[in-house]
């Protein structure tokens, strides 16, 4: 079993920045990737940012250049820095890890921007 717990959510006006955190812990063990996902309201859940295990990185066109990911070595935290944040990044950022034969999901944690 593997818990991811997410952290550093909040409300912050457009233009600001946060930076979450996603806490992992038990067995990690032959990870693919471990990434950052997104719900906005009445929405699918979409792919923010993901890092592999290889240390490659990915994006979605919308957080180019204003977001980043990161971890600690190996895996004990993944980060999301988010800097420019626009209202429309409002959504339930969930953390998720990719092992060799399943995925874990974090609860989630509540990112707002107000305009």
């Known amino acids: 079993q593997v818990q991811l717990v997410e952290s550093g959510g909040g409300l912050v006006q457009a233009g600001g920045s946060l930076r979450l955190s996603c806490a992992a812990s038990?067995?990690?063990?032959?990870?693919?990737?471990m990434g950052w996902y997104r719900q906005a309201p009445g929405k699918q859940r979409e792919l923010v940012a993901i890092?592999?295990?290889?240390?490659?990185?990915n994006y979605a066109d919308s957080v180019k250049g204003r977001f980043t990911i990161s971890r600690d070595n190996p895996w004990n935290t993944v980060y999301l820095q988010m800097n420019s944040l626009k209202p429309e990044d409002t959504g339930v950022y969930y953390c998720?890890?990719?092992?060799?034969?399943?995925?874990?999901w974090g609860r989630g944690t509540q990112v707002t921007v107000s305009s």
């Open positions: 998720n890890i990719q092992l060799r034969f399943r995925e874990y």
């Open positions: 038990g067995r990690i063990v032959n990870v693919n990737a």
């Open positions: 890092i592999t295990s290889e240390g490659s990185t």
